[in-house]
């Protein structure tokens, strides 16, 4: 039952988020539409930006689900664009109000979760070592939240397809690569 309550505050966000920005509402104001008392509130989450994050992760790992395979990670990529142009009024109002470096730190949960599961995927057979494999899937989490950072703040004006598709074309075999690079790396320090 946790999860449909979650689920009602994040809606009334969403909802509330429409008319005011993030750094102008209250507990109350999202209580009030859902219905709620303040200590439900808080039963879930610790303060708004808490909700905030749940809000975004539960979207995205909505996104996400079963895209996080070599073959199926650009879908997953694509979906995530397309999981916060859906939600442009909330995404748009969440980058206004919370500091860069908050919103910086959730895509980079988001993202990681991904492109690891990629590297790992890609690694099979490979002697890399865990912390090369880090390194892989932190360049190109830094360069996908980098570039979606620049598209919600140009607007999302910049069809989220086409960007997909120009990041699909600079990662074709890189990650294999990477990891055949650090590989070979490895074996000439030896």
Not at 67 to 85: N, S
Not at 158 to 182: H, P, S, W, Y
Request: aromatic share 12%.
């Amino acid at each position: 039952m946790p999860n449909k309550t979650k689920e009602a505050l994040e809606a009334s966000l969403k909802k509330v988020m429409l008319k005011k920005p993030l750094d102008k509402i209250t507990i109350q104001d999202i209580t009030t539409d859902c219905g709620i008392s303040r200590m439900a509130f808080y039963y879930h989450f610790k303060d708004i930006y808490d909700l905030v994050e749940w809000a975004c992760l539960a979207d995205a790992a909505r996104a996400l689900s079963g895209k996080k395979t070599y073959d199926t990670w650009q879908e997953g990529i694509l979906q995530i664009f397309e999981a916060v142009l859906e939600n442009k009024p909330f995404i748009l109002n969440a980058y206004r109000s919370l500091n860069r470096e908050r919103m910086e730190r959730y895509l980079y949960r988001l993202t990681y979760r991904l492109i690891r599961d990629v590297v790992e995927e890609q690694a099979k057979g490979l002697t890399v070592s865990e912390e090369d494999k880090a390194f892989i899937a932190d360049f190109y989490k830094y360069s996908f939240v980098g570039i979606m950072l620049d598209w919600i703040g140009a607007g999302m004006k910049e069809d989220c397809q086409d960007l997909v598709e120009k990041i699909a074309t600079l990662m074709q075999g890189n990650v294999g690569n990477a990891l055949r690079n650090f590989q070979e790396r490895a074996a000439a320090k030896k």
